[in-house]
């Protein structure tokens, strides 16, 4: 109505030509008002929801960089930031596998939780020997050695006698560690994970990425099981004789890489695995690499994974020097 008026005042003033050029200019005024968006509360967040979900898709560009430009070879694979829990990399990391040898962290945790003599001696026996795979051993039967250097054995070059002996002589015998190695599988949240043995042999002892690095993250807040795993070389007396045993991890010797626990596993079923916590791209990782397949690929994995997540900040740091 208030329009109309000035419409008819207008005309009665200026006449019809005049008029049709201040209804014009009218017109064109009300529709840019009309076209103008809505101001910003002042009270509110003074950035536009637009502008935060924008914020938020680059973010996550960020984080999630485009892993189409890492080829891993590893058929399951996960890496976590340890502080933050970030997912990293996720290949089928919810896939449950045979896990090999990686079984020796759990063994080495419920040993350590049950609080036994490390420096007790203990008798290598023949109910110790591999019957699944009839895999080596450089401990013959009647080897006597401390329980602390069979549980360095089994973690730094995986021996399996050594980590069946840890097992046979836990309180309450070999089934009594096996049962609590499931019960604190359950214990930290692994679903996926279950044990059949304390070595590893047997392909029962499955678990998946995700739960592993769960695992991996619990075994690090153990001293000597960090000590252990990254331990280089250590000379151990098997009775008369002294024997030299290396890690079975070659990027502890290598100086690029920051590792603060590392074990290895393999078996025909499980394909060769590395479980890792390290320092890569100035921050801590869990690394898990499972059912690799060639001697050298969970090396080569674990590599181009460094170099994949230390480039971004390579390059930053050189746009700010």
Not at 208 to 220: G, W
Request: with cysteine; glycine share 6%.
């Amino acid at each position: 109505m208030c329009f109309l008026k000035v419409c008819a005042a207008v005309f009665s003033i200026h006449g019809e030509s005049m008029a049709k050029k201040y209804l014009l200019s009218i017109l064109s005024f009300v529709i840019c008002l009309l076209l103008l968006p809505p101001l910003p509360s002042v009270a509110g967040d003074p950035k536009s929801s637009t502008t935060k979900a924008y914020s938020r898709k680059s973010l996550s560009l960020q984080n999630g960089r485009d892993q189409r430009k890492l080829v891993l070879r590893s058929a399951f694979a996960l890496v976590e930031d340890q502080e933050t829990g970030e997912l990293l990399i996720s290949k089928q990391s919810t896939t449950v596998s045979p896990i090999a040898s990686i079984t020796k962290l759990m063994t080495a945790m419920v040993v350590l939780d049950a609080d036994i003599d490390l420096r007790e001696t203990i008798t290598i026996e023949s109910g110790d020997r591999d019957i699944i795979l009839h895999s080596h051993s450089r401990l013959p039967v009647g080897t006597r050695l401390t329980r602390g250097d069979a549980l360095l054995l089994a973690l730094m070059s995986s021996d399996n006698r050594s980590a069946h002996a840890l097992g046979r002589t836990y309180p309450g015998g070999f089934a009594a560690c096996v049962a609590a190695m499931n019960t604190k599988a359950r214990s930290l949240g692994l679903m996926e994970t279950h044990f059949d043995d304390t070595t590893g042999l047997s392909s029962g002892n499955v678990s998946s990425a995700r739960d592993l690095a769960r695992l991996i993250d619990a075994a690090y807040k153990y001293r000597l099981i960090r000590e252990y795993t990254t331990c280089k070389n250590a000379v151990v007396r098997t009775g008369r004789r002294s024997v030299q045993f290396c890690n079975t991890n070659r990027l502890i010797q290598n100086p690029r890489w920051q590792i603060g626990l590392s074990k290895t596993g393999f078996t025909g079923e499980a394909g060769r695995c590395l479980v890792m916590q390290a320092q890569v791209a100035r921050r801590p990782v869990l690394i898990v690499l499972l059912d690799s397949q060639g001697r050298l690929t969970r090396v080569g994995d674990a590599n181009r994974i460094k170099r994949w997540l230390e480039e971004p900040s390579a390059s930053a740091h050189t746009r700010r020097g």
